[in-house]
């Protein structure tokens, strides 16, 4: 038995070692069923009912800087050790490191003596403790809400941005950007997160044959690309950096609080705009907007995309970039950021078939879509103008 363990452990090693992003999430989802279906009902009531405590102690980990610790040890750091390198009472730290060796975000090697794990090395990563800041400090209300909220609306699906979840936790008729707004740190935290959390080299901009889109485009005056919700700039300044050849204006769009946060790019224009106002950008070649319509509910999604196509030209294209659900078996992640979006904004996130229906119902047509990660579902869908609402518009 204890050979056959060693070999799986082996085997394991080397599909962690050679295996990639897919592979190894698809294994992680086969052996967390597998353990799942060992579980018994004394296992099953610890892992729901201290599900809490462990989000409340890596949060206390990021705050004391105790993955940062280990992280950079490359070795064994004493309980006295990371006491000293923290500021906090080693009796506390004995008790909280012990804790994360049972949730492998620590791994204990001997008497008060541990070492990083791969989990403490992401813990270390800005991406993951934007995130997790944001999360914790943010989001978590909504959820403690949820069950009462539904429970108070009869079960039925939400889709009242003035009434939801998020509302009901944090007390509050504001908006959750509103409300972001007047939080210490609450902002930053959100947008280094959206600004990170997707990895450069899996963007839109490996996809779509923008050369062939642009080809023939001379006027330096046109508005060329027009980033609706676009944050500080990010996607801004990745499409001028790909084509600094490609004449046409590169245009910002987000409110002005965002707006006066966007960063230095040249040749890209900032401008602080509302998307469910008129769209003051007329004619664009193309409009792209990233996570924006998932904030909404499908009245408000079909708004944006109106304001958009009130200002097309024939041969504009409208980008957005989403996640597109498949119609069965939606991962773990996809799933939780759906009913997140439920909880935040009476907002969901969609399958082919709902974006397609969302699209007809703003005068828009659904022409192609372009999966740049298939693992995370995400996916820039090209809209277009009806060919007969376009032909008409040319003449």
């Not at 508005?223 to 084509?243: D, M, S, T, W």
């Not at 602080?272 to 009245?299: L, S, T, W």
Request: glycine share 6%; net charge negative; aromatic share 8%.
């Amino acid at each position: 038995m204890a050979a056959a363990v060693t070999f799986d452990k082996l085997a394991l090693a080397e599909v962690v070692a050679t295996g990639d992003r897919t592979t190894r999430r698809n294994l992680i989802v086969a052996l967390r069923r597998m353990a799942d279906s060992l579980e018994d009902t004394v296992g099953t009531i610890h892992k729901y009912g201290h599900i809490d405590l462990e989000k409340a102690m890596i949060k206390i980990g990021l705050d004391l800087g105790i993955f940062n610790v280990l992280a950079k040890a490359n070795g064994v750091k004493t309980v006295e050790d990371i006491a000293k390198d923290t500021g906090a009472d080693p009796e506390l730290l004995k008790r909280i490191l012990r804790y994360y060796n049972t949730i492998n975000v620590a791994r204990e090697v001997g008497p008060h003596q541990y070492e990083a794990t791969n989990i403490t090395h992401n813990l270390t990563e800005e991406v993951c403790i934007a995130a997790l800041n944001h999360y914790y400090g943010f989001v978590a209300k909504q959820y403690q809400a949820t069950p009462d909220f539904l429970k108070e609306n009869d079960y039925q699906n939400p889709t009242d941005e003035k009434n939801t979840a998020f509302q009901k936790g944090w007390n509050t008729r504001k908006h959750p950007f509103d409300l972001m707004l007047t939080l210490p740190g609450a902002m930053d935290d959100f947008h280094t997160y959206m600004a990170l959390r997707r990895q450069t080299d899996l963007s839109w901009l490996t996809v779509y044959p923008v050369r062939e889109e642009t080809a023939g485009l001379t006027d330096p005056e046109r508005p060329l690309y027009v980033n609706i919700g676009g944050g500080i700039g990010h996607q801004c300044a990745q499409f001028r950096e790909k084509y600094p050849d490609i004449p046409g204006r590169v245009i910002l769009q987000d409110l002005p609080d965002t707006v006066a946060r966007a960063l230095p790019t040249p040749g890209v224009e900032n401008m602080a705009y509302d998307f469910f106002q008129a769209q003051p950008v007329r004619g664009a070649k193309f409009y792209f907007m990233r996570g924006v319509p998932h904030n909404h509910p499908p009245q408000r999604a079909q708004l944006i995309f109106e304001r958009v196509r009130e200002a097309m030209a024939p041969d504009s294209v409208l980008l957005v970039d989403e996640a597109v659900l498949p119609a069965t078996d939606v991962g773990f992640i996809a799933a939780s950021i759906d009913l997140t979006m439920m909880g935040a904004f009476a907002a969901m996130e969609r399958t082919e078939a709902e974006w397609r229906a969302l699209a007809e119902g703003a005068g828009l047509e659904l022409v192609r879509t372009y999966t740049y990660n298939a693992l995370e579902n995400e996916t820039v869908m090209e809209m277009r103008l009806p060919r007969e609402d376009s032909m008409a518009s040319a003449h």
